[in-house]
């Protein structure tokens, strides 16, 4: 099944972040600033952004002198023995942090195989996890989540899906027209985060943006309780800038 992959906001980030990690692992006595932003070829604003973020997450760390050297965090996923466990730990980190930065629970999900996985999520007693009750794999058509990773299909990708899973009516919002859905799904923007407005389950708004690392289609969501729907496009765009750092994580 062919992938269609778009340039995102996200995806763009990481490739400057990596190319920043590249220019840093080369130095191993360290490197300026002025030199990372020379040799990745980014300007000062972008680049003092990109190493906001990533010594956030731990990828690099400054020395007292100023220079920038590899951190700990990206030691432990170059590393080939525990590479898995370290990644998962490290994405567990970064979804904890957003969860409590955003004040939602938020997931990964992935699509693997055909179907939509859910990999990895962080809520608490303030910020519950949506109740799958309706399987994730069926419900594609009415989830954030899935209607993401369904963008980041080509045409016949898309249908492939809806053909072996029959758009069932989960609430009075729920687009059950694969013609419909089909044609949103064509016309969302690459860099706009996909919306939930209680299409899956009365009582709770989503959002996903995708977070493809390689040929892997992947995708970063958030849910609310609608009374907290007034706060679902900032909590989105927050989603949407952070997403960078989760899919470095993946991509490394």
């Not at 763009?12 to 006595?29: C, K, N, Y």
């Not at 590393?79 to 970064?94: F, I, M, W």
């Not at 892997?216 to 900032?234: F, K, Q, T």
Request: glycine residues 6%; contains cysteine.
């Amino acid at each position: 099944m062919a992938l269609q992959h778009k340039p995102t906001a996200p995806h763009h980030s990481a490739q400057d972040a990596l190319r920043v990690l590249e220019t840093v692992t080369r130095h191993s006595t360290g490197v300026t600033d002025t030199e990372l932003a020379r040799q990745a070829g980014l300007d000062r604003e972008r680049l003092t952004t990109l190493l906001r973020m990533l010594r956030r997450e731990g990828y690099v760390e400054q020395t007292t002198d100023g220079t920038y050297v590899t951190g700990e965090a990206l030691v432990r996923l170059g590393s080939a023995h525990g590479r898995e466990e370290a990644v998962r730990d490290k994405l567990q980190r970064t979804l904890d942090r957003l969860r409590d930065s955003v004040g939602a629970a938020v997931y990964i999900s992935r699509y693997v195989d055909g179907e939509v996985s859910v990999t990895q999520y962080a809520d608490s007693p303030a910020t519950p996890k949506v109740n799958e009750w309706v399987d994730f794999r069926v419900s594609a058509h009415a989830t954030a989540v899935g209607k993401s990773l369904l963008t980041q299909l080509d045409h016949a990708g898309r249908r492939d899906h809806l053909a072996r899973h029959k758009m069932a009516r989960l609430t009075s919002r729920t687009i059950t027209s694969d013609k419909l859905l089909l044609s949103r799904l064509e016309s969302q923007p690459s860099t706009v985060p996909v919306l939930d407005l209680q299409e899956y389950a009365v009582g709770t708004v989503c959002a996903a943006v995708p977070i493809t690392a390689g040929s892997a289609v992947g995708c970063l969501a958030l849910s609310l309780p609608v009374e907290h729907a007034h706060r679902l496009r900032r909590a989105a765009d927050e989603l949407n800038r952070n997403a960078a750092g989760v899919l470095l994580s993946l991509a490394i």
